[in-house]
């Protein structure tokens, strides 16, 4: 099992997803607009997040549509904070389509980007009870042009592991010695609304003790950083994030993952108690350059 017995010490990470998929209707705290996602990436860091995902206006948007779309909160945010961590996500076209990070890159530098690799079923509950939805998917070819593309770059992938299969897919790369520099494994969870705001089938290992374990039993002798993310659950109402401090991992947190019908965070609620865990625990919360080091980024 790839994790450290006595953490004690070690920087943790606090990585914050501050938007996605879901609306203000299921999180007024949500950052949608420009000028929101521009106060709440601000506020964020300045409550302890180190690392920012974000989203904007649509993953329909490719190429340079998508790039400027980014563009327009980011430039702000640059300036204000010039050494701010922070990657976007993909397009609907998946790992296929970087064409937008690219852009990005060259017009202000970037130090991740996302890397799907596998295919994972989203659903949602029928009428009859029965699960129905959609599978989004990514070949093989282009999980293959995506590291491939991310290396040239020496941008870190930040992997999602939807499924124990995304895992086996990088630890062939990794095994293979072509799994690009500064990869990080980030664990997704499936908790009880998935990507939705029903309670759905959800997907994935569930946020229990032994589905952590049986990942880490996956990882065993391969020392690669990783975090823990609850989907469509709390991460802070599961043992996970106390494990994750404890074993030498980091954390996920933030308004794309969290979904609860009743209970409301921001994300810099979310951060706060990211950060006193990590008290807690004796772990020092790592800023920008203690990120690229302990995340192992090429451009450290």
Known sequence: MTATTNAQGKPLVVAVSMNGERSQDASPHIPIGHDEIVATALSCYDAGASIIHCHNASTALSGQAAADDYLASWRRIRSERPDALWYPTLTRDGCHDLDH?????????????C???????????????????AYYTNSYEQIRSNFAQLAARKLGPQIAIYEPGYLRTVLAYHHAGTLPPGAVINFY?????????????SFGLPPTRNALLAYLDMLDGVDLPWTV???GGDLFKTELAGMAVALGGHLNIGLESHFDPVDKPTNQDQIRAAVQLAEQAGRPVADRQTTLAVLRSPKA
Not at 191 to 196: K, P, V
């Open 101 to 113: 990070v690219a852009l990005i890159d060259d017009a202000i530098g970037l130090e991740y980007a």
């Open 189 to 201: 969870f499936g908790g009880a609304y998935g990507l939705s705001t029903q309670a759905s089938p």
């Open 115 to 133: 890397c799907d690799p596998g295919s994972v079923g989203f659903s949602a509950v029928g009428t009859d009870g029965i699960p129905m939805g």
């Open 229 to 231: 993310s609850v989907w």
